[in-house]
């Protein structure tokens, strides 16, 4: 089955405790992107990867670090969380960019004490 | 002021009733235009993808573009108690690379 894998799903941890969430794709997908989801904010642009080792900014990086050395795998790094990073965290890839149909993780859900 | 704006509603409409939705957005550089659908608990569906301006119907929905006012819309015929969400529009530049989403707007369709 074609999907998307986060993990975990549902963490909660404290302020300044290194954490890695991952996600993995068995499609194959060139772009892989992760997004956080606040309430009254809808979705915001983490990071995003068009392939290996190629990774850029998108609209909310600090604090969050990414790695793309496998096509499947792109994990999320959050090297000292602190309390206004808890949030909704997707994963999504597509074949190739942003007008591609993403495919969606089911969320992790972060929650920073 | 955020590069997409979106109404939050919520928006609460009667089965069968038409539903338009709508951003504003000001970055001139977007020239691809998406709408999501997100049920509670899961992760946003693409819906319809619309690029530079015009129309694109897919069943019951429609999604329009006006580039000169940077406003899009998507309308919604003969809602259904199933189309109760939360609606995200996003838009992209020619890179297809970045994408910036409103903050989506819930909708209820009451039987």
């Known amino acids: 089955e074609a999907q998307v894998t986060q993990n975990p799903r549902y963490l909660i941890t404290v302020t300044g405790k290194k954490l890695t969430v991952t996600c993995s794709q068995n499609?194959?997908?060139?772009?892989m992107s992760w997004y956080r989801q606040d309430p009254g904010l809808g979705l915001r642009q983490i990071y995003y990867?068009?392939?290996?080792?190629?990774?850029d900014k998108g609209d909310v990086p600090e604090g969050y670090k990414v790695s793309r050395k496998e096509k499947r795998n792109f994990p999320l790094i959050l090297e000292s969380p602190s309390p206004n990073q808890t949030s909704l965290y997707f994963c999504?890839?597509?074949?190739?960019?942003?007008?591609?149909?993403?495919?969606f993780g089911p969320g992790t859900r972060l929650t920073v004490l | 002021q955020k590069e997409v704006e979106q109404d939050p509603g919520p928006l609460s409409v009667p089965e069968g009733a038409i539903v338009s939705l709508n951003c504003t957005y000001s970055?001139?550089?977007?020239?691809?235009f998406m709408w999501y659908r997100q049920y509670s608990r899961k992760g946003p569906e693409l819906l319809m993808y619309?690029?530079?301006?015009g129309n694109k119907e897919d069943g019951r929905f429609t999604a329009q573009v006006d580039k000169s006012s940077k406003y899009i819309s998507l309308f919604i015929r003969d809602s259904q108690p199933s189309d109760s969400a939360t609606y995200l529009c996003?838009?992209?530049?020619?890179?297809?690379?970045?994408?910036?989403f409103g903050s989506g707007t819930r909708l209820q369709v009451q039987p």
């Open positions: 999504a890839s597509s074949p190739g960019g942003t007008t591609d149909t993403q495919y």
């Open positions: 499609m194959n997908h060139e772009y």
């Open positions: 990867s068009m392939n290996v080792e190629v990774t």
């Open positions: 970055n001139s550089a977007f020239q691809y």
């Open positions: 619309t690029y530079s301006s």
């Open positions: 996003a838009m992209s530049d020619t890179g297809r690379r970045a994408l910036t």
